[in-house]
């Protein structure tokens, strides 16, 4: 398909041509059912146009194509780079979205992450769990369920005050006002973003794979990350111990994801394949080779191992034929085989280049550190085989960014022959360091990261996986100590009701951020006069405004 960059009027959801369109077309079948009494054509062209996701499905769609028209973009434009931050509930996404567009105008270029870090971490029936897909794999789509129920309900609730704006400006005789919210209705942009989300490493076969793949596009997932280690080995890829699983394994759950896709009609649907293999030493199988050089040849090519003669061969031995010798893979006590040291950058290439050769639409690489020319030496050898390669990175919290960076300064200034002798280059994180010339110029590196990588490594979208999960411990953290020391009540009004005041936080008024006014506006749609609602006069949440 040929998809085209969008501006935000394209980016309207999609439904009647206009407001008044809608009125229209409501009134055309109301007038063919004569005994739905007290049904209004505008009560019903309201609803409708607050609800026209209908489906998960809908949505996979929808942002399907807004994800393809982004790589199309960002292809003729590395500027055009997009973002996300990772979010652990529908309401923690509702409200990034909503300050997205309160600071931006528009959610052009802005996604949601959903990490299989966070849902083990905070979402699964067991309690905390590690990053290992040990929590329920139904928690998965539930989640990404919950995500699109909150946007969809800001949706809701943001035209549900232009309506109630456009019935004020009617009561006014304002004719001017009331065309500029139909204007801002028939313009209005959805909250509703692409959502890339973690299937860990497929929780099991490819079969397994394919069916939970399928739970998370009838959800409204448009994007699945998956990455190449084994499923009941799998780590966190900034924890040890990663094993990765040959080529063909890999393969078969792409191609299961991808038949999920076909197989409910998301055909523009995205695959973002993760390779561990820059920091995952071992492999629990040999792959399958057929004949010199293909994809298993060279997948145990890394595989480090001793010759094996007559008089070294030990019971149970496994023995592969390299280069005309006999070759013995050395394997652990866990039953596991080791790759050779050094090996992890070549495995990276292979494995990105294979994978978009086999149904990938993005590449990630999981790697140590934040490394802009590290990421880009890699990519510039895939782009050597697949040109338009590109990469969903992670700014993870599991990088200590503030350290990385003073030391990329700082090597490079004594490379440069710069005196350095006021750092101590194992101290760097110290408070002292802040306002030094060092301390400046690194976080001038980590505050241009994103847009340099993007420029540099084929980096198309930058996510951060778990920065909500760090978010409400430090802020539940400041109000805890302020809230139960001398700051008392204090400390919630000063620094949580105040700001939120100040800085135009919707919630300031949670009742309506909960649907309340949407609710007594359905009310008045049901029962019309004899609506009780909540939102009179003497309703507290009048004190916000």
């Not at 540099?456 to 930058?462: D, E, V």
């Amino acid at each position: 398909m040929n998809y085209q960059p969008r501006g935000i009027s394209d980016r309207t959801i999609q439904g009647p041509a206009s407001y008044l369109s809608a009125i229209e077309a409501a009134e055309a079948l109301l007038k063919t059912k004569p005994t739905w009494n007290g049904v209004t054509a505008e009560a019903v062209a309201r609803m409708r146009l607050q609800n026209r996701f209908k489906t998960g499905l809908d949505i996979a769609r929808y942002t399907a194509a807004v994800m393809r028209a982004d790589m199309v973009a960002y292809d003729a434009d590395p500027t055009k780079y997009t973002q996300s931050l990772g979010c652990w509930h529908g309401f923690i996404a509702q409200q990034k979205l909503i300050s997205v567009k309160k600071h931006f105008g528009t959610t052009d270029r802005r996604y949601l992450y959903l990490s299989g870090w966070m849902i083990a971490a905070l979402r699964s029936e067991f309690g905390p769990l590690p990053d290992q897909s040990m929590h329920e794999k139904t928690s998965v789509p539930a989640l990404i369920e919950e995500l699109y129920t909150f946007l969809r309900q800001a949706d809701s609730r943001e035209l549900n005050d232009i309506f109630r704006a456009l019935d004020a400006a009617r009561k006014e005789g304002d004719k001017a006002k009331e065309k500029a919210l139909i204007e801002k209705i028939d313009n209005f942009q959805t909250h509703v973003v692409p959502v890339i989300a973690d299937i860990d490493a497929g929780f099991g076969n490819a079969e397994a794979t394919y069916l939970l793949a399928k739970k998370m596009i009838e959800a409204g997932a448009c994007a699945l990350q998956i990455e190449n280690q084994v499923s009941d080995e799998k780590q966190c890829g900034h924890q040890d111990g990663k094993v990765t699983v040959p080529h063909e394994v890999f393969l078969a759950k792409i191609r299961a994801c991808r038949h999920a896709f076909l197989e409910l009609g998301v055909e523009d649907g995205i695959i973002v394949t993760r390779t561990d293999s820059l920091g995952a030493g071992l492999t629990q199988q040999i792959a399958v080779s057929h004949k010199p050089g293909d994809l298993g040849d060279q997948y145990n090519s890394f595989l480090d191992c001793e010759e094996v003669t007559a008089a070294n061969a030990r019971n149970g031995d496994v023995i592969i034929n390299r280069n005309g010798k006999m070759m013995r893979p050395k394997r652990l006590a866990s039953n596991l085989y080791q790759f050779r040291p050094g090996t992890g950058e070549d495995r990276c290439v292979l494995d990105c280049i294979t994978s978009l050769q086999n149904g990938a639409d993005l590449l990630w690489i999981e790697t140590e550190k934040p490394h802009i020319e590290q990421i880009a030496k890699m990519v510039d050898r895939i782009r050597e085989v697949v040109p338009n390669a590109k990469l969903a990175y992670n700014n993870s919290p599991s990088f200590n960014w503030t350290l990385n960076f003073r030391w990329q300064v700082y090597d490079a200034m004594k490379e440069a022959g710069k005196d350095v002798s006021k750092y101590n280059r194992a101290e760097l994180m110290k408070p002292e360091y802040d306002d030094t010339p060092l301390a400046i110029e690194a976080d001038e590196r980590i505050r241009t990261f994103q847009a340099d990588s993007a420029k540099r490594a084929g980096i198309f979208h930058h996510l951060i996986t778990l920065p909500t999960y760090h978010t409400a411990a430090l802020s539940t953290d400041n109000l805890a100590r302020e809230y139960f020391g001398e700051e008392g009540m204090l400390g919630y009004v000063k620094n949580v009701q105040r700001q939120e005041i100040r800085q135009g936080i919707a919630c300031v008024k949670h009742q309506n951020m909960a649907g309340s006014d949407i609710g007594d506006d359905h009310k008045e749609y049901f029962a019309g006069e004899a609506a009780l609602k909540a939102g009179g006069a003497h309703n507290t949440m009048n004190q916000f405004g």
